[in-house]
C-alpha cells in the first residue's frame, strides 16, 4: 500500500496548495485596499508573484535529485513561512510587493517537489501515488475560500497571514519529520 508513504507528502501538498491559493486569491485586494497600491500595481503584483513561481520553478529543475527531497522542500516552506508572516510587520506597499514575489520564489518548487518526492518513493507505484497527492493536494484550492473567506469578509488579513505562515511552518516541521523518518527506513535496510 502507498498510503502509509504518502501520508506526509499529502499533508504537506494540501497545506502548501491552501496556503498557495490564499495568498494567489487575495494578494492584489490586500495590496490595493490595505496598503493603498495604485491599481495597475496591485494588479501587476499578482502577474509578479506567479513571475516568481515560474522562474523559480526553472531554477529548482537543476538542483541535483541525489540528496533528499526534503532537504530542498522543508527549507522552501520555512522560508515561504518566513515570508507571508513578515507581511504583517510591512506597512508600505512596494516592500509587501517585493515580499510577495519573493514569496513567489519560495513557492516556485515545492508543489512539483513533493509530488516528484512522493512518486519516487513509490515506483512500483508512482502514478497513483502521484495521483492521490495531488489529488489531496487539491482539496486546499476547496477549502481555501470556506476557512479564509469569512476572515477577509471582516478585514482580518493579519490573521490571514499568520494561519498561513503557520501553515507552512507546520508543512515545513512535517518535511523535516519525513526527512528523520526516511532515513530511519534506510537504516533499518540497511
Known amino acids: ?5 504518502i501520508a506526509i507528502p499529502s499533508i504537506c501538498i494540501f497545506l502548501y496548495v491552501f496556503s498557495e491559493m490564499g495568498i494567489a486569491t487575495f494578494l492584489n485586494v490586500y495590496l490595493r485596499n490595505t496598503l493603498q497600491a495604485p491599481e495597475n ?8 508573484f506567479w513571475t516568481a513561481v515560474i522562474i523559480g520553478r526553472i531554477i529548482r529543475a537543476f538542483i541535483p ?7 530542498v522542500i522543508a527549507p522552501l516552506l520555512f522560508c515561504a513561512s518566513l515570508c507571508v508572516l513578515g ?8 516592500l ?17 517537489l513533493i ?14 501515488a502521484a495521483g492521490i497527492t495531488i489529488a489531496i493536494g487539491s ?18 488579513s493579519r ?10 511552518f507546520l508543512a515545513s516541521a512535517l518535511m523535516f519529520f519525513s526527512l528523520l523518518l526516511h532515513r530511519a527506513r534506510q537504516k533499518t535496510e540497511a
Open 1 to 5: 500500500s502507498v498510503l502509509p508513504s
Open 139 to 156: 482539496l486546499g484550492c476547496i477549502f481555501n475560500p470556506l476557512v479564509l473567506g469569512p476572515l477577509l469578509d471582516r478585514g482580518q
Open 96 to 112: 509587501s510587493f517585493a515580499l510577495f514575489f519573493v514569496l513567489g520564489l519560495s513557492f516556485a518548487g515545492t508543489w512539483p
Open 41 to 48: 500595481m496591485a494588479i501587476f503584483a499578482l502577474g509578479a
Open 115 to 128: 509530488v516528484s518526492m512522493a512518486s519516487s518513493r513509490n515506483l512500483a507505484d508512482s502514478g497513483t
Open 159 to 168: 490573521l490571514v497571514f499568520i494561519l498561513l505562515s503557520f501553515l507552512l
Open 87 to 94: 507581511q504583517i510587520f510591512i506597512s508600505t506597499w512596494q
Open 65 to 71: 535529485q541525489d540528496q533528499a527531497y526534503e532537504l
